[in-house]
C-alpha cells in the first residue's frame, strides 16, 4: 500500500498568504486601548479602491446610506455646489448626480461567499448554521488561548510549543460536541486527518480548492475579515512582538487563526464530499464561477458605490468649505508681546478646545498651546513594588524610559494591590454571577449604595502614584542629570517657548467614567490609552529640578528663576482641572488663576451641556457642575461624554491664528510657529507622528460610524469583557468586538459623528510640505490616496496639495 504524498506549499504561495496577513490592523487591549484606522495596512492604495475591494470581499460598508446622505442634504448639510462638484469628480453631470443616481438606495451585488457560506444556502432551517458555529468555536477557543493565565500555566504552554492552530487541533479533535451541536453525527473524525503543520494544511487547502494565485489572495483575506475582530486582536499581539520573549512573541499569530478557519473549510469541503456528493457538486459549481469571476466582482461593487462616493465626496467638500470660510474671513486675534502670567500647555485633543477657547477669554495675558498628549516623553510607567507596567506614549512608538516612584507608602501599594485584586474578580464577565453569590448580601449592598450615593470609581492602578519625586531609569541604568538636561531639552525645542510666564501649566488629559468596559478609549490616545498624569507630573518634576536647569542654561535654554512648572490633569468628562502638588519650596498658584480655570470650567460644561443633556443648561454653574461630577460617577451611565467624536479636522499653525474662533470641538491643535523651525525639524516630527495619530482617531470614528458591524463594538450594554484585557464580546459569543460602541456615536436620534476624513491645515512653505511629502512614503500614501486631505492655510489663503500638485481652493 503506498502513501499519498503531501503537497508543499511554493515561495509565492506563502508570499501571498503573508501578504494577506498583513492586510489587517492592529486593535489595542482594553486596558491599552487607542483609536486605530482599522484599514491602517492598507494606506499604499487608494481609498475609493479599498472601499470597492473590501466591499466586494466582506461586504464591508466605508460610506453611509444614500439616504442618510440624501436626508442630510435636505437639513442643509451638504451644499448643493459641493454636490455638483463632486459629481463632477466622479464623471457624473449634476442632473444624473441628483435625479437618476443619488436619491436611489443601496442596491450593492452580493459578496465573496466562502466555503461555509456556500454551505449554508443549501442547509435545513433547523440545523445550525456552518458559519455561526465555526465562528463561535473559534472565537471561544480564542478567548480561552489568550486569556490572562498565571505563570504556570503560561510556562506550561510555552514549553509545550502549544501555538494557536496546534493547540486548537489538539483540542477540536477531542471535541465531541461540534457533531452534536452540528447535528452532523461523524463530523468530528474529518478534524483527525487534518496535519498538524500549518504550510502542509495551507497545500492542501489550495490543491483540493483549485485556488490560483488570484483567488487564494482573496481567499485568504476574506476569511480573516469573516473573523475581523480576532484577526485584529491577533495583529496587534504581532505588533507588540517586542514587548515579549516567550513562544507567544515568536509565533505570528494571524497566520495561526488563518490555519483554523482555513481547517474548518476543508473540513466541510470534505466531509461534504463523504456525506452529500450531490450537494458539493452543487457548491463547487458555485465555487468555480465565483474564483473566474474576482475582477468582475469588485468592478460590479465599484459601479454600484458611485452614488455613495459622491456623497460622501460632497460631504466632506461641504465641511471643509465651511471650515474654510471660517479660517480665511475672519481676522486674526492681535496678541500682547508683553511676558504672559499664565501660559497652559494642553494636548492637541479635539476636547482640550473647548476648555483653551474658555480659559483664553478670561485674559489677554492667557497663553494656552497644543502639543501631543505624552509630552514627548518616551516612557513607559512601572509602579513602584509592583509588577505592574503600562506604556505613556502612543502606539506607534516603544517606551525607552522606565519611570517610578522613587519612594513609597508600602501600606498604600499594599493596599491598591489587594483592591486591583478585587477590581479584576469584580470586573470578570462571569462576575455577575459568581462574586455577587460569593459575597452575598455585603456585595448587594454595596450595589445599592452606589446606585443611590454614587463615588468615584477607579481603577487601582491609578493609583499607584502617591507622590511626585520619580525615578528614570533606561536599559535599568539610572538617568544622570546630564541625561536629564537632554531629554528636557529636545522636549522644550520642540515646543518652542519663546517666552516663559511666571506659571506654565503642563495639562495632560484624562477620563472619568464608572463601569466601563472602554474607560481606556476616553484617555490619551498619545498617552498609550492612559491619562496623561504620569507624563506631566515627570515633566514638571525635570523642568522644575535646579540642576538640570542649570544644565539647560549651559545649553542655551534659559527658563527665568520665577517660572514655576505645574502638572494638572483635564478631566475632559466634567472639565474639572486637578493641579498637583509640587515640591515643599514650590510656590502656591496665585487665587486668580485658579479663578480662572473654574470659570473656563463653568463655560466649557455649559457649551457641552448642549449635547449631552439640554437639561442642564437652564441650571447654574455650580448645579451644572455638580450634574457632570454625578453624570460621571454613575454606574448606568451608557453616555458620560461624547469623547472625541465629530472630529474633522487638525490644524498646524500659531494659537494667534485660531485664538479668535469657535473651532465646535471638532480641531485638533498643534502648536507650530515656521519662524522657530529654520530647519522644519519639528514640522517633520507633526506630520510623521501627531498627524498619523489623529489620521487613526478620525478613521476608527469614521469607520465605527459606516459599518458598526465590522468595526464598532455594537451595544455596550451587552458587553461583555474576554479574557481579562483582550476585548469585548457582544452578548456571549460571538466574533471579538473592535472600535466604538454604539452609545459613542449616536444619541438615539442622530449621529453625533459625521463621518468625513481628515482635513490637515498646515502653516508652512509649500516647498517645505512637498520635500516631507516626498521623503516619507506614509505621508505621500495618506494624501495622494485620499486617506486624508492636506491643506497649506497662509496669509488668508488655503490650498491643497494632492498627487504632487497645489490647488486653490475657492
Known amino acids: 500500500m503506498t502513501t499519498k504524498t503531501l503537497p508543499t506549499l511554493s515561495m509565492q504561495q506563502k508570499k501571498l498568504l503573508l501578504e494577506a496577513t498583513r492586510t489587517i490592523a492592529p486593535h489595542w487591549p482594553l486596558d491599552k486601548l487607542i483609536a486605530v484606522n482599522p484599514l491602517w495596512s492598507l494606506v499604499d492604495k487608494p481609498f475609493d479602491d479599498i472601499s470597492d475591494e473590501l466591499s466586494a470581499l466582506a461586504g464591508i460598508k466605508t460610506y453611509m446610506s444614500n439616504e442618510t446622505y440624501r436626508a442630510w442634504f435636505d437639513e442643509g448639510k451638504i451644499s448643493h455646489h459641493c454636490l455638483t462638484k463632486a459629481a463632477e469628480h466622479y464623471g457624473l453631470n449634476e442632473q444624473d448626480a441628483l435625479l437618476e443616481h443619488l436619491s436611489q438606495a443601496n442596491n450593492l451585488p452580493d459578496s465573496w461567499r466562502n466555503i461555509a457560506d456556500l454551505a449554508d444556502q443549501q442547509r435545513p432551517a433547523n440545523k445550525m448554521s456552518w458559519h455561526d458555529e465555526i465562528t463561535h468555536q473559534v472565537s471561544q477557543f480564542c478567548a480561552a488561548h489568550y486569556q490572562q493565565q498565571s505563570p504556570t500555566l503560561r510556562q506550561q504552554n510555552i ?5 494557536l ?14 457533531s452534536i451541536v452540528m447535528g452532523e453525527a461523524k463530523l468530528t473524525k ?18 483540493e480548492l483549485a485556488l490560483d494565485d488570484q483567488s487564494l489572495s482573496f481567499f485568504a483575506k476574506a476569511l480573516l475579515l469573516d473573523i475581523n475582530g480576532w484577526s485584529s486582536y491577533l495583529a496587534y499581539l504581532n505588533w507588540s512582538k517586542g514587548e515579549n520573549n516567550d513562544n507567544l512573541a515568536k509565533e505570528d499569530h494571524v497566520e495561526s487563526l488563518l490555519a483554523i478557519k482555513m481547517a474548518w473549510e476543508l473540513v466541510v469541503w470534505r466531509y461534504l464530499k463523504h456525506t452529500a456528493p450531490a450537494l458539493l457538486s452543487a457548491i463547487n459549481t458555485k465555487w468555480m464561477a465565483q474564483k473566474q469571476a474576482i475582477s468582475n466582482l469588485i468592478q460590479a461593487h465599484k459601479d454600484a458605490l458611485i452614488t455613495s462616493k459622491v456623497w460622501a465626496l460632497a460631504l466632506e467638500y461641504s465641511e471643509q468649505k465651511s471650515l474654510n470660510q471660517t479660517l480665511t474671513t475672519e481676522p486674526a486675534h492681535n496678541t500682547t508681546q508683553t511676558r504672559p502670567e499664565l501660559q497652559a500647555i494642553f494636548c492637541i485633543d479635539v476636547r482640550s478646545e473647548v476648555f483653551r477657547r474658555a480659559l483664553e477669554q478670561q485674559s489677554a495675558t492667557i497663553q494656552t498651546l497644543g502639543f501631543a498628549g505624552f509630552f514627548g516623553l518616551p516612557i513607559e510607567y512601572k509602579a513602584k513594588d509592583s509588577h505592574y507596567v503600562r506604556p505613556q506614549l502612543p502606539g506607534l512608538l516603544q517606551a525607552a524610559i522606565t519611570v517610578t516612584e522613587s519612594d ?14 478585587w477590581y479584576r474578580w469584580g470586573h470578570a464577565a462571569p462576575a455577575a454571577f459568581s462574586m455577587v453569590e460569593s459575597m452575598g448580601w455585603w456585595y448587594a449592598f454595596k450595589m445599592f449604595k452606589q446606585t443611590l450615593f454614587s463615588k468615584r470609581q477607579e481603577h487601582p492602578a491609578n493609583r499607584l502614584a502617591p507622590n511626585t519625586h520619580w525615578q528614570l531609569t533606561q536599559q535599568g541604568v539610572l538617568l544622570t542629570d546630564q541625561d536629564k538636561a537632554h531629554l528636557a531639552k529636545g522636549i522644550l525645542d520642540t515646543i518652542k517657548l519663546t517666552t516663559y510666564a511666571p506659571i506654565v501649566m503642563l495639562v495632560g488629559h484624562g477620563s472619568h467614567t464608572s463601569n466601563n468596559l472602554h474607560a481606556a478609549g476616553l484617555e490619551c490616545g498619545a498617552c498609550g490609552g492612559q491619562s496623561g498624569e504620569v507624563n506631566v507630573r515627570v515633566l514638571a518634576s525635570l523642568l522644575n529640578d535646579h540642576k538640570v536647569r542649570t544644565l ?32 515643599k519650596d514650590a510656590k502656591p498658584i496665585d487665587r486668580k488663576i485658579m479663578d480662572w480655570f473654574e470659570k473656563a470650567q463653568f463655560l466649557a460644561q455649559q457649551e457641552r451641556a448642549a449635547k449631552l443633556d439640554t437639561a442642564l443648561l437652564d441650571a447654574s454653574d455650580k448645579q451644572r457642575s455638580k450634574a457632570f461630577t454625578k453624570r460621571a460617577n454613575d454606574w448606568s451611565q451608557i453616555n458620560p461624554e ?20 469657535d473651532l ?23 506630520l510623521t507622528a501627531p498627524m498619523l495619530v489623529t489620521h487613526w482617531i478620525n478613521m476608527q470614528y469614521n469607520l465605527s460610524v459606516t459599518d458598526n458591524f465590522k468595526f464598532g463594538c455594537g451595544n455596550k450594554v451587552l458587553h461583555n469583557a474576554v479574557g481579562g484585557n483582550i476585548g469585548v464580546f457582544e452578548g456571549n459569543g460571538g466574533d471579538l ?26 502653516t508652512a512653505p509649500k516647498s517645505t510640505i512637498e520635500k516631507i511629502a516626498a521623503k516619507h512614503d506614509i505621508v505621500k500614501h495618506l494624501i495622494d490616496n485620499d486617506w486624508l486631505y492636506l491643506f497649506q492655510w497662509e496669509d488668508n489663503k488655503v490650498a491643497r496639495f494632492y498627487q504632487q500638485e497645489w490647488h486653490a481652493e475657492k
Open 165 to 178: 492552530y496546534s493547540h486548537w487541533l489538539e483540542v477540536t479533535n477531542e471535541d465531541k460536541g461540534l
Open 664 to 686: 465646535e470641538g471638532r480641531s485638533f491643535l498643534h502648536d507650530y510657529d515656521p519662524q522657530n523651525d529654520p530647519d522644519f525639524a519639528i514640522l517633520e516630527r507633526i
Open 190 to 207: 474529518f478534524f483527525h486527518n487534518l496535519p498538524a503543520d500549518k504550510d502542509t494544511l495551507f497545500a492542501l487547502v489550495i490543491e
Open 737 to 762: 468586538r473592535i472600535g466604538l460602541s454604539m452609545q459613542s456615536l449616536n444619541d438615539g436620534q442622530k449621529w453625533m459623528h459625521t463621518p468625513v476624513r481628515l482635513a490637515v491645515y498646515v
Open 642 to 661: 461624547w469623547g472625541l467624536a465629530n472630529n474633522h479636522s487638525f490644524i498646524i499653525a500659531p494659537r494667534q491664528k485660531t485664538r479668535h474662533l
Open 159 to 163: 514549553d509545550n510549543e502549544l501555538d
Open 552 to 583: 539647560l542654561n549651559d545649553m542655551g535654554i534659559e527658563i527665568p528663576s520665577d517660572t514655576q512648572f505645574v502638572p494638572a490633569l483635564h478631566n475632559t468628562t466634567t472639565d474639572q482641572l486637578t493641579c498637583f502638588d509640587q515640591t
Open 408 to 421: 513609597s507608602d508600602k501600606g498604600h501599594v499594599h493596599h491598591q494591590q489587594k483592591e486591583a485584586r
